[in-house]
């Protein structure tokens, strides 16, 4: 898996971008809003990637901070919604709006988006609401509390269903718990 790339930007388009890193020119597929942060050409690049290799497809999307390839890599999840669809959705809506759209179930905005007609649109909000509606729940509480969010960080890097480490979490934590307490308490719980 092809985690990060960084290098010198030789190319960009708002649908691509191709970054030298050492004697290698890579071609990555980027969202209009990832076109809009590049910096001007000859210039070092960082893009966070994601590779998807298939019988008839070998491609690697580009993202300029991780928060938008977590979002894609979401999209890719719902049914009939492949990378091209979820780069075009990016595209058309900013992340941080996608995320309050599909938490607020707005379909007319996001059927809005070309590409995404009524019934894709239902598809989406229907299948990520649950990841965002809670997500924007446990920002304010997990966001503001480091060992919170070191912990959910932490869980979810040994396995667990994010969904089921956030409530364990809003279970278990005290605002003074220590890193060490809180991971405790909160395998305990999982392990039940």
């Given at each position: 898996?092809?985690?990060?790339?960084?290098?010198?930007?030789?190319?960009?388009?708002?649908?691509?971008?191709?970054?030298?890193?050492?004697?290698?020119?890579?071609?990555?597929?980027?969202?209009?809003?990832?076109?809009?942060?590049?910096?001007?050409?000859?210039?070092?690049?960082?893009?966070?990637?994601?590779?998807?290799?298939?019988?008839?497809?070998?491609?690697?999307?580009?993202?300029?901070?991780?928060?938008?390839?977590?979002v894609f890599l979401l999209l890719n999840k719902v049914s009939k919604v492949g990378p091209k669809l979820a780069l075009s959705i990016?595209?058309?809506?900013?992340?941080?709006?996608?995320?309050?759209?599909?938490?607020?179930?707005?379909?007319?905005?996001?059927?809005?988006?070309?590409?995404?007609?009524?019934?894709?649109?239902?598809?989406?909000?229907?299948?990520?609401?649950?990841?965002?509606?809670?997500?924007?729940?446990?920002?304010?509480?997990?966001?503001?509390?480091?060992?919170?969010?070191?912990?959910?960080?932490?869980?979810?890097?040994?396995?667990?269903?994010?969904?089921?480490?956030?409530?364990?979490?809003?279970?278990?934590?005290?605002?003074?718990?220590?890193?060490?307490?809180?991971?405790?308490?909160?395998?305990?719980?999982?392990?039940?």
């Amino acid at each position: 898996m092809i985690y990060r790339v960084k290098g010198v930007l030789l190319e960009k388009t708002p649908g691509k971008a191709v970054v030298e890193t050492g004697n290698i020119a890579v071609e990555c597929a980027i969202s209009v809003n990832t076109f809009s942060k590049l910096p001007n050409i000859g210039e070092e690049v960082s893009l966070y990637t994601h590779l998807i290799v298939k019988e008839e497809l070998v491609a690697l999307y580009g993202f300029k901070n991780v928060e938008e390839k977590k979002v894609f890599l979401l999209l890719n999840k719902v049914s009939k919604v492949g990378p091209k669809l979820a780069l075009s959705i990016l595209s058309g809506i900013d992340f941080n709006e996608l995320k309050e759209v599909i938490a607020s179930k707005n379909i007319l905005k996001l059927s809005s988006i070309p590409g995404i007609g009524k019934k894709t649109a239902e598809r989406i909000i229907l299948e990520l609401k649950d990841s965002f509606e809670m997500e924007k729940t446990v920002d304010s509480q997990i966001h503001d509390n480091n060992a919170l969010e070191d912990v959910l960080s932490a869980l979810v890097n040994l396995g667990y269903k994010k969904a089921d480490c956030i409530n364990i979490i809003k279970k278990v934590g005290k605002p003074d718990s220590s890193f060490e307490e809180l991971l405790k308490n909160s395998l305990k719980e999982l392990a039940k």
